[in-house]
């Protein structure tokens, strides 16, 4: 019964053994494995046995992308401003073997790297231009650190400045002077709208007044065309009435010799005709002497002199 018993505790002990020398590497880890003390081989993603009571897995590594959120740095600008900047290393590891042996502590070597380059690169600057190129301070260390984290088998992505933070009189003095430059704006906006307001009163104003006076032109057009018109057709109306009066004489003389009408009753026709002429407005009417033997030329001529206002007739 005690062998038994003893059978199956060296068969327990000799279980654990043997699983403790099965390794399942997960997905984006690798473990770096010593034999007897020295670097034996980096296990990727897989299942790996190794041989009992000599090797050893010296460090097991995370493959993804890290980030590491470092507090905040004092630096100094070039133009003696000391400020407070914390950055943020985005960081991944490609090469186990020297992530285990190349540095004692590499996430305090990285951050101790950061803050010398930073402010490294801080001094050459002023403060203005701190606040204002991120972007280029972020590339600089980047590819500073990169090259400094590389015999580490480390690889810097990127580097953000995550806070600059400036002493407490010049976050004051920033503070006023964007309030300063806010007003001036908004003195320069106001000014503008009403320049422009005047302008555009201003503009119509003058659009007005010409249009009233090409209306008035249009109108003072209009009414000299209406009055030419007019004057047109009367001259129309009195050379149509003239016309019109000189055939009916002529009709009238042509029905007297149709008629065979005799010379004395072509003069007084004539007279007649004479007559028509004067219109009333006539003060005398000399008459041909060929006319004035004719029987009852006076009582003609003395019924046109009362016409005519009591005219003399010679």
């Known amino acids: 019964m005690g062998a038994f018993i003893s059978f199956v505790v060296i068969a327990i002990i000799v279980l654990l053994v043997l699983s403790s020398c099965i390794r399942i590497v997960p997905q984006a880890q690798a473990l770096v494995v010593e034999r007897l003390g020295a670097y034996l081989d980096t296990w ?14 010296a460090k097991r590594v995370i493959l993804k992308e890290q980030v590491v959120d470092f507090a905040p740095q004092p630096v100094i ?6 400020m407070k ?15 285990a042996y190349g540095v004692e502590n590499p996430i305090m070597a990285i951050e101790n790297l950061t803050a010398t380059t930073l402010r490294n690169i801080i001094g050459d600057l002023e403060l203005d231009q701190t606040l204002t190129s991120r972007e ?16 580490w088998g480390i690889k810097v992505n990127r580097v953000e400045l995550k806070n600059i933070i400036p002493p407490a009189a010049i976050q004051d003095a920033m503070e006023k002077q964007m309030k300063a430059e806010r007003e001036r704006r908004e003195v320069i906006l106001r000014a503008e709208g009403e320049k422009t307001s005047a302008i555009l009163v201003a503009e119509g104003k003058k659009a007005s007044a010409i249009l009233e006076a090409e209306g008035e032109k249009a109108s003072a057009i209009l009414h000299a065309e209406a009055e030419k018109e007019k004057r047109i057709r009367e001259g129309e109306g009195q050379a149509e009435a003239m016309l019109k009066i000189q055939q009916a004489n002529a009709d ?8 065979g009408a005799d010379s004395a009753v072509l003069q007084i026709k004539s007279l007649e005709a004479f007559a028509k002429a004067a219109d ?20 003609s001529l003395v019924e046109v002199g009362e ?3 009591n005219a003399g007739v010679k």
Not at 77 to 82: C, L, M, Q, R
Not at 136 to 151: E, F, Y
Not at 252 to 259: D, M, Q, V, W
């Open 85 to 99: 900047i914390d950055t943020v290393v985005f960081f991944q590891i490609t090469d186990p073997k020297l992530f």
């Open 307 to 309: 016409k005519d206002d």
């Open 280 to 299: 009333g407005k006539a003060t005398k009417i000399i008459i041909p002497s060929e006319i004035q033997g004719i029987a009852g030329l006076v009582k």
């Open 136 to 151: 280029t301070i972020n590339t600089k260390m980047r590819s500073a650190l990169d090259v400094a984290t590389d015999p």
């Open 44 to 57: 990727s993603v897989g299942v790996h046995f190794k041989v009992p009571f000599i090797d050893r897995v």
């Open 77 to 82: 600008t070039k133009d003696n401003v000391t």
């Open 252 to 259: 009238g003389i042509r029905f007297l010799k149709e008629a």
